[in-house]
Nanobody, 120 residues
Framework: VQLQASGGGLVQAGGSLRLSCVAS????????LGWFRQAPGKEREFVAAISWGGFTLYATAVKGRFTIAVDDAKNTVYLQMNSLKAEDTAVYYC???????????????WGQGTLVTVSS
């Protein structure tokens, strides 16, 4: 299974971007996909996740601004990011979990990152 993330770019503060993560295939053990981000000099942090059944989980920092959604037919998870702030600048990674959305150590398959830069 491979994960392909895309959609990053440069946007002004207050703007929007939509990230996509395509899974090459769905495995029986896969429970859902999540988005993480890593800003320069900081540790990677959880952003949002969704199960293939549609359950969602968000980090407090993005709740109300970001929306995660799944398209089962396309094996794709989207992250719609609105009202972007400079502090959202980071490399965003998608990852698959076979366990609960909130169990961070359960994310064991990672895609390449996509860079999001928010200018203030």
């Amino acid at each position: 299974v491979q994960l392909q993330a895309s959609g990053g770019g440069l946007v002004q503060a207050g703007g929007s971007l939509r990230l996509s993560c395509v899974a090459s295939e769905r495995t029986f053990s896969a429970y859902g996909l999540g988005w993480f981000r890593q800003a320069p000099g900081k540790e990677r942090e959880f952003v949002a996740a969704i199960s293939w059944g549609g359950f969602t989980l968000y980090a407090t920092a993005v709740k109300g601004r970001f929306t995660i959604a799944v398209d089962d037919a396309k094996n794709t998870v989207y992250l719609q990011m609105n009202s972007l702030k400079a502090e959202d600048t980071a490399v965003y990674y998608c990852s698959q979990t076979s366990q609960g959305l909130g169990y961070i150590k359960g994310y064991d398959l990672w895609g390449q990152g996509t860079l999001v830069t928010v200018s203030s």
